[in-house]
């Protein structure tokens, strides 16, 4: 027994962040002394090396647990079930509840899986409510515990959550900071009984060693800006570069050699989506360990990089949700299709799933 997709939704922000807001902005480098280009200059550079010339950021009288509500509303809807046959709640996340009106300031308790049953007013008390904090990659993550609550029987339906609330977090002198956008995706699996149908294959890599901090939270940049605290969102990008395009291709191949499949079996690849570039390379990389020639894979790669930036833990969700929904050019889902959900980010941490349609 396993689990299959019946039902998704997702979420984007009204407000539309072009590269050009950031245009008037100071640049510092890591040693926290000044860029001295042009805040112009740098965007151009920014948006040639990652792709993104578009984010969307939540109003300031917006807070996370709205993104969710609804978002969720349109799963189970989709899914055609009623709340109250969801046996799991499964929020990934990496900032908890931001409030509204109230910058960077968010609450983690109550737990965020919590706050969402409320407001859905499920009032099944066996329906279990819990969050995972686990980087860009917590929908993956959680949508393998999803799995593994219906295949041993403990849940017939189960809502899993990838929600990310990054702007109230990006310090405005960090080019990295840039790359990052709010969303929101939701996925409802349900019970399965067909072997040749839904979740085939699992895999997870975590890391933690001299990675660790490779995305973290610290203090500004700008030296002026110390006394604003050190909740900044903070990245060693070619670092993070090195170890996705290294590692999440060793995972995927994990997860695919299971099921005793290659990248050629699969029809579209949801990949985390963090700069355009990697997207190409981890393809690459996938296809040499295979042993396979180095044929372009982007008829089979959706890239939702360029307007909506990275999503963090809402990239995959989200663009699954774009790309079923008819919203993704060029690419359509059909029955019986082989599908590869994979992501990678802070811990550090990679994991993919193989599904078919």
């Known amino acids: 027994m396993g689990s299959i997709i019946t039902g998704t939704g997702s979420v984007l922000p009204n407000?539309?962040?072009?590269?050009?807001?950031?245009?008037?902005?100071?640049?510092?480098?890591?040693?926290?002394?000044?860029?001295?280009?042009?805040?112009?200059?740098?965007?151009?550079?920014?948006?040639?090396i990652s792709g993104i010339k578009e984010r969307r950021f939540i109003g300031e009288d917006e807070q996370s647990a709205d993104l969710l509500f609804e978002t969720c509303s349109e799963a189970i809807r989709d899914a055609g079930i009623d709340k109250n046959e969801i046996d799991g709640i499964i929020v990934a996340h990496n900032s908890g509840n931001m409030l509204m009106n109230k910058g960077a300031t968010y609450h983690s308790v109550p737990n965020l899986a919590a706050v969402l049953k409320?407001?859905?007013?499920?009032?099944?008390?066996?329906?279990?409510?819990?969050?995972?904090?686990?980087?860009?990659?917590?929908?993956?993550?959680?949508?393998?515990?999803?799995?593994?609550?219906?295949?041993?029987?403990?849940?017939?339906?189960?809502?899993?959550?990838?929600?990310?609330?990054?702007?109230?977090?990006?310090?405005?002198?960090?080019?990295?900071?840039?790359?990052?956008?709010?969303?929101?995706?939701?996925?409802?699996?349900?019970?399965?009984?067909?072997?040749?149908?839904?979740?085939?294959?699992?895999?997870?890599?975590?890391?933690?060693?001299?990675?660790?901090?490779?995305?973290?939270?610290?203090?500004?940049?700008?030296?002026?800006?110390?006394?604003?605290?050190?909740?900044?969102?903070?990245?060693?990008?070619?670092?993070?570069?090195?170890?996705?395009?290294?590692?999440?291709?060793?995972?995927?191949?994990?997860?695919?050699?299971?099921?005793?499949?290659t990248p050629k079996d699969i029809d579209v690849f949801f990949f985390h989506q963090a700069n355009a570039k990697m997207l190409k390379v981890i393809a690459h990389n996938l296809m040499k360990l295979y042993g396979e020639e180095d044929e372009s894979y982007e008829f089979k790669i959706p890239s939702s990089i360029e307007f909506l930036g990275n999503t963090s833990v809402a990239t995959v969700p989200t663009l699954f949700d774009l790309v079923r929904k008819g919203k993704m050019k060029n690419f359509k889902l059909i029955k019986g299709q082989k599908y590869v959900f994979a992501s990678v980010g802070s811990g550090m941490h990679c994991n993919a799933i193989i599904y078919q349609n």
């Open 118 to 261: 409320n407001k859905l007013e499920i009032d099944n008390y066996n329906c279990v409510a819990y969050d995972i904090l686990f980087g860009c990659p917590g929908w993956v993550q959680g949508s393998i515990q999803a799995n593994r609550l219906i295949a041993t029987g403990e849940a017939n339906h189960v809502l899993v959550v990838g929600l990310e609330v990054a702007s109230r977090l990006l310090d405005p002198h960090d080019l990295d900071s840039l790359l990052m956008g709010d969303g929101c995706g939701a996925t409802i699996f349900s019970k399965n009984d067909l072997k040749e149908k839904g979740i085939l294959a699992t895999a997870t890599f975590s890391h933690a060693q001299k990675d660790l901090y490779n995305i973290g939270l610290g203090p500004s940049l700008n030296p002026e800006a110390q006394d604003l605290g050190d909740n900044f969102f903070k990245m060693n990008g070619k670092e993070v570069y090195r170890y996705a395009t290294r590692w999440l291709p060793q995972v995927i191949k994990k997860a695919l050699d299971k099921v005793n499949i």
């Open 15 to 48: 407000r539309k962040i072009t590269n050009a807001y950031f245009s008037d902005f100071k640049f510092y480098k890591k040693d926290r002394t000044p860029i001295e280009k042009s805040g112009l200059d740098v965007i151009k550079k920014l948006e040639e």
